[in-house]
């Protein structure tokens, strides 16, 4: 049989990388050190992953350090401060220990400024803003990934995360994305993940160690603009499928829809960049993501409930209601992908991209999503 | 906005091919005429998609052909005289009527004797038998389909039911498989089908027509094996998923062993076949059926149940107990997968195929579902 996914044993906690002095051993000067820019579900997740390895891997420091957005808990106590006591983040992730070497710190430029390894995975409309308080704070020859899902589709094409912190930074930016609810990899299962790179492999290779664990499953593929609109673009179908459910259509109409949704993704994906690759679509960024997003997640559960209320309630009276906060990302993605069919001639090709869009404006009912047939001639060439 | 799917207006029934003189008007001669043998569940589902479009094509023959098994109903009637009277299966598909242009017919040699495309849709079992009691009864140029999944994987290789029917019967035979809960099509629900052919094109795209629907949407891709493969091995996949729900690991896992699971049935496919073609898995006949199957079905359904039980109760004995008389057919397509893995020295390979194997012969437990690592590389080349 082939090896188990049995929980490795974990090395002795050893911090050569104190906190005080971090470059303390002369070795120290050749390890990479890891900043996680961002602390919130998934970034403090990511944090544990990572934090596993560098206590593993001879190549890392030790030492995990984590950009928290600084807040007063009700006790009184500073977030970072707690964070450090307790190796919690008892806000985001309660209940998980993120292990002893990650160290929270509030000051932005201060967490990054030793980092050669960069972590990004700030809720999107961060990003930024963030990026124009780093620029010229990077070390030089840093690397940089983004695990941001969610960027914008403007008009004249998707402005992606990776390219803002490439452009504003000056730096290499690879992605990854993957069938990733947060709460599930905290509690250890069993998931996996894509490395989207552009084409130094051996950063994508030292990415992939830096993330994969007995329980994660990480592999690299060149194709960053491919892996990360995946990640976006997943959110409509997302919402589409949400609606089959609502309406009660059952499973095989579920199943066509989510099809059909993944070959318009492939599709938009491949028009707007052509060097998009198919087999990506295979990957856990693509059609694993998009199960789990289909199956569960927020965009599927208000689409659901806005078809039950027939569409007479609107998705940001539900997404307020039922939310608590959260933003739903599929409506405002299927917005700006509609955007850049209408300007760019497409509509007729994304029947599925473009149905989802005139639902949640209210211009046609919740049952329209399975009344269009496929724009695509019946044999495929 | 594209068209829609509301259903289209029936023409009016116009039996030009009446029941006693089949051949009746003189440009019949040009017709095709079709002839379904089985009439099971999804039987009867593919003569009322069949029937519906007889009616409106110029270039068939109204009648439809149904070889049906002959059954005493408790009321004393044949099955037979009771489909002809009410167009009901009564039987298989209560509720749904088939058209007045269905006609079923207890005899075979005499139901398939004028019939120049066939549709074969049996129990895969009963298949090598109906062969033998046709060759030779065929007219001669007719064309065949087969919508049978989960033909027999023997050690030398698949025993596909289309290379059966073809070099039985000397005759040309495509596949016909999809994301295909009978009774969701049944009641009109949206669905999607894949149609795979081996060179004739235009013998495809007729059956593409046959078929077609507002609500039943077909493509064709010229692929027979990965099509008739993907209707087979996703029901080992679906084995795998229904353990993880059984074992309550959650979407991101049960999505990650989806993709794993289609994996592997491209890559088992394209060892066995070179021509099988990675779009195929795209298709209805993959992604979507397999998320069909892994959402619904019985092997999900068997295989949740044996997780729950902690293997310590039989796939035989769950199976006997909650399907009354249906037939798993996961696990006996893992046990016929293995032989083959075994044979050819690819175990390794397959992690996921030959551990859904190892679990229902009891050898690991439900658990080892999520307890083996990917045997790829870690790069895509």
Chains 1, 2 share one sequence.
Not at 20 to 27: D, F, G, I, K, V
Not at 111 to 139: S, W
Not at 150 to 179: D, H, R, Y
Not at 234 to 258: F, P, Y
Request: proline share 4%.
């Amino acid at each position: 049989m082939a090896p188990t996914f049995e929980s490795q044993q974990m090395a002795p906690l050893d911090l050569h990388a104190g906190r005080e002095n971090p470059a303390r051993n002369s070795n120290d000067g050749h390890k990479s050190r890891v900043t996680v820019v961002g602390s919130g579900n998934w970034g403090s997740v990511a944090a544990k992953l990572i934090a596993f390895n560098t206590l593993n891997l001879p190549s890392f420091h030790d030492e995990v350090r984590m950009w928290v957005f600084q807040e007063i808990l009700p006790s009184g106590e500073k977030l970072t401060d707690v964070i450090n006591r307790t190796n919690e983040n008892v806000k985001y992730l309660p209940g998980i220990k993120l292990g002893k070497n990650v160290v929270a710190d509030a000051d932005l430029e201060n967490a990054v400024k030793d980092a050669n390894m960069l972590v990004f995975v700030t809720p999107h409309q961060f990003m930024e803003g963030i990026c124009k308080r780093l620029v010229g704070k990077i070390k030089e020859g840093a690397e940089a990934i983004s695990l941001i899902k969610g960027m914008e589709v403007k008009m004249e094409g998707p402005c992606m995360i990776s390219s803002l912190i490439s452009s504003q930074l000056k730096i290499n930016c690879c992605v990854l994305m993957g069938a990733n609810i947060a709460n599930e990899i905290a509690v250890e299962k069993l998931s996996e993940a894509t490395v989207g790179y552009r084409e130094n492999r051996e950063t994508a290779e030292k990415w992939v160690q830096l993330f994969s664990t007995p329980y994660f499953m990480v592999s690299a593929i060149q194709d960053v603009e491919g892996v990360e609109l995946c990640g976006t673009l997943k959110n409509v179908v997302a919402i589409a499928a949400g609606l089959v459910d609502g309406l009660e259509m059952g499973n095989n109409t579920k199943a066509a829809i989510m099809r059909i949704g993944l070959r318009e993704m492939k599709a938009f994906s491949k028009l707007l960049f052509p060097s998009v690759k198919d087999s990506t679509f295979f990957e856990s960024c693509g059609v694993a993501d998009l199960i789990t997003t289909c199956l569960g997640g927020r965009n599927r559960k208000v689409a659901d409930a806005f078809a039950r209320n027939g569409g007479q309630r609107s998705f940001d009276d539900l997404e307020a209601e039922m939310l608590q906060g959260q933003k739903l990302q599929g409506v405002s993605t299927a917005r700006e992908v509609y955007g850049v069919l209408r300007h760019r001639g497409w509509l007729e090709l994304f029947p599925l991209f473009s149905t989802v869009h005139e639902i949640s404006t209210g211009r046609l009912p919740p049952s329209a999503i399975v009344k269009y047939s496929e724009q695509k001639p019946i044999f495929s060439r």
